[in-house]
């Protein structure tokens, strides 16, 4: 598989960051939330998209 430079550099800092949380899941977990947290505003959050109507139509008789 091929890997591109953003892939490697994403890996690379995953694994600061983990090294920095002592390769602790349960301290990763909560360095994220702070991350979340702190970049709220920022973050995305798409509406669901409503549901189209079709309007009612004039009845269709085909001879």
Same mark, same amino acid.
């Not at 091929?2 to 490697?8: M, Q, S, V």
């Not at 800092?13 to 390769?23: A, F, L, S």
């Given at each position: 598989?091929?890997?591109?430079? !953003?892939?490697?550099?994403? +890996?690379? !800092?995953? *694994?600061? !960051?983990?090294? *920095?949380?002592?390769?602790?899941?349960?301290?990763?977990?909560? +360095?994220?939330?702070?991350?979340q947290q702190a970049y709220a505003s920022r973050l995305v959050r798409r509406q669901p998209t409503p549901r189209l109507s079709v309007p009612p139509t004039s009845s269709f008789h085909s001879s």
């Open positions: 598989m091929k890997t591109d430079a !953003i892939l490697r550099e994403l +890996h690379q !800092i995953r *694994r600061q !960051i983990e090294q *920095r949380c002592d390769n602790n899941g349960q301290t990763y977990y909560e +360095h994220l939330l702070e991350v």
